[in-house]
């Protein structure tokens, strides 16, 4: 299996509910990050992790929680969710964060309905 | 603030050529790329512009121009299966991508 693999590629949880998206890459990437995808908006920036860290949290709501245990995983857990937080979210990950080209290489996405 | 600004729609027909415009106003500038997303699947990599100019690959090119913010991708001898949208994005200085809202662009027979 090769590039960047998302599940569950649909979801539909209710508010109350505890659910975790998975990102797995399988490119030898080092940097990896969260993406929301709202229809006719920009790709919003969530999570950036380098070489396992943190580098990146553009003020996200509490109730997503991103964990990365090694450089090819990544997870976005989701906690009471809000109606509005039903969009793509999509996974990526580069080379390095800011390499030579910075190409990003995505998942196919997590289709969220939050009820 | 910074803005990247493309059309939200575009129409072409099949075998011909279309140009997709994105203009931006960034704290900086470190590269601009062009991604393709059809629809259901993940965005994928086409250009990447750093010096003024046009790159060309195959039937797609991409051209920039870091004094007027501006860069256009030019899609010639088009098929159906161009019928995709087109996201522009322009790494800043601090290495952030900022992002267009996309271009869908839809190719009629």
């Known amino acids: 299996e090769t590039g960047v693999t998302q599940t569950p590629r649909h979801l539909v949880m209710g508010m109350t509910n505890k659910k975790s998206l998975k990102c797995e890459q399988h490119?030898?990437?080092?940097?990896m990050y969260w993406y929301k995808q709202s229809a006719k908006k920009p790709l919003e920036l969530m999570f950036v992790y380098s070489l396992e860290e943190r580098v990146e949290n553009n003020s996200v709501p509490s109730r997503f929680s991103p964990e990365c245990p090694n450089s090819s995983h990544l997870f976005l857990h989701l906690h009471t969710l809000q109606p509005e937080d039903s969009a793509l979210y999509l996974c990526a990950s580069s080379q390095d964060q800011a390499g030579e080209t910075g190409e990003l290489f995505f998942g196919e996405g997590s289709r969220l309905t939050v009820l | 603030g910074q803005n990247i600004d493309q059309p939200t729609e575009m129409t072409a027909t099949e075998g011909a050529i279309v140009q997709i415009n994105c203009t931006y106003q960034t704290s900086g500038f470190n590269g601009l790329f062009w991604y393709q997303q059809h629809a259901g699947e993940a965005p994928t990599f086409l250009s990447y512009?750093?010096l003024d100019g046009l790159e060309e690959k195959g039937r797609f090119s991409s051209f920039l121009s870091r004094s007027k913010g501006y860069s256009y991708l030019l899609l010639k001898e088009l098929q159906m299966k161009d019928s995709a949208s087109y996201l522009c994005a322009v790494r800043d200085s601090n290495y952030q991508l900022i992002w267009g809202a996309g271009t869908k662009l839809i190719i009629k027979p």
């Open positions: 512009n750093v």
């Open positions: 490119l030898g990437h080092n940097a």
